[in-house]
């Protein structure tokens, strides 16, 4: 009897054993087949020295959220950035990123000539390549088959503020100020197919000098027009020093802007402004329907900072990234290019699926008109939304 029930414990040790040692050496296997996929993520050398930038902080948010399901299909996904000097070393980097770290994708916020030049190292080397920061990036190229854009362009910021401004508040007769220069041109150049589209009139164009300080000759040009509305194209502190300039001289016309700076939030952020202010963001901290209020929740959480329009579009684009080696449990060029070619349905939390416009490389999303009422300090709200379209 006693044998018996030593025979039986040590059936039951040797049971024990054999299933921790093969749980173990599955653990160990899985371990050892784990595929780590690498995006590069592309920034200007000012802001990659930046840990808590709105760019790293929603592509961290994008990578630790894959890597919370991709351990189930035997992946795991690390963001390796970069940081850019100019359009040479963009070249050089974007060529190491994919050569030497291995990256299968990168993540560009770059202004125009840096995006060209790491564009052609894409199409040239084929891994893909996602625009994240320039506006003013070029969308209609058919030769470059592994580029795509996940910022809206020019185009879309001033046709979301010409279609309500002109639309829905009746205002018809725009000022545009502009930098002197190719891209200010640009600018102008489609602020007119805009306003000719919805129905207003450009009635003058004020050119500031490239680093030139605005003075009395620039807002009595605008006083002179007798306009509507006054539309800023500057950027940075120009864009600032206008708007703090305009305030000043007693202009009563409300403004918009097509690409607000931090220059300008910052110097006008705890005063009441004498005039309306409108401008366009791809994501808004109040955005609270179709699952926006989660994704708002947990970037917050995790960062202790609301979740922005540079923020939501590189979290999206790595989001877009790891889904599609997910889903095609593959991550060479070839696959990648090819399921983001059959333009799969994207859940970006804004109401509904966001599709890729093949022909300009583009995901179609929605951009939000704000609004910053004259006198008033509370936060701006979210007064018209556009969504983009195929044109």
């Known amino acids: 009897m006693f044998g018996s029930r030593i025979s039986t ?19 160990a296997n ?17 802001e ?5 930038s709105a760019v790293i902080r929603g592509a961290t948010l994008a990578i630790e959220e894959a890597n919370a399901l991709s351990g189930f299909f035997g992946k795991s996904f690390e963001l390796v950035p970069f940081s850019i000097k100019d359009e040479t070393n963009a070249m050089v980097e974007a060529r190491r990123a994919v050569e030497e770290e291995g990256a299968v994708a990168l993540i560009g916020n770059l202004d125009l000539e840096e995006w060209d030049a790491v564009c052609s190292v894409a199409q040239e ?7 994240c920061g320039g506006k003013d990036a070029l969308r209609s190229s058919k030769s470059y088959r592994y580029c795509f854009h996940f910022e809206a362009g020019n185009f879309e910021y001033i046709r979301a503020l010409g279609e309500y401004l002109v639309g829905e508040e009746e205002l018809g007769r725009w000022v545009f100020v502009r930098s002197d220069d190719r891209g200010g041109r640009n600018l102008e150049a489609i602020l007119r197919t805009v306003l000719s589209e919805v129905g207003g009139e450009l009635v003058k164009t004020v ?4 680093d030139g300080a605005t003075g009395t000759p620039h807002f009595e040009l605008v006083r002179s ?19 703090e300039h305009y305030l000043s001289s007693g202009h009563s016309q ?6 607000l700076s931090k220059e300008t939030l910052t110097r006008f ?5 004498e005039v309306d202010l409108y401008w366009a963001e791809n994501w808004h901290q109040s955005l609270f329907r179709y699952s926006a209020r989660e994704l708002n929740s947990r970037f917050l959480k995790r960062f202790q900072v609301p979740m922005d329009g540079e923020s939501w579009v590189n979290w999206a684009a790595i989001k877009f990234v790891s889904e599609a080696v997910i889903r095609t449990q593959n991550a060479d060029s070839d696959s990648l290019v090819q399921y983001f070619e059959s333009q799969p349905p994207f859940d970006g939390h804004k109401g509904f699926s966001l599709i890729l416009e093949l022909k300009r490389r583009q995901l179609s999303h929605t951009l939000y008109v704000l609004k910053r009422e004259k006198w008033f300090l509370k936060d701006p709200e979210i007064i018209f939304r556009y969504r983009m379209n195929s044109r």
């Open 269 to 273: 952020d705890d005063d009441p402004l």
């Open 207 to 210: 050119s500031v000098p490239v």
């Open 225 to 243: 027009a007798r306009p509507d509305l006054v539309l800023i194209g500057l950027l940075g502190d120009e864009q600032a020093e206008f708007v």
């Open 125 to 131: 080397m084929k891994f893909i390549l996602i625009n």
């Open 30 to 46: 899985e371990a050892e087949e784990t595929e780590t996929i690498k995006i590069g993520l592309l920034l200007p050398q000012a």
């Open 48 to 52: 990659s020295t930046l840990l808590d």
């Open 9 to 27: 414990c040590l059936v039951r040790v040797s049971i024990f054993v054999t299933f921790v040692t093969t749980i173990s050496l599955s653990i």
């Open 254 to 259: 409300p403004l918009a802007i097509v690409d």
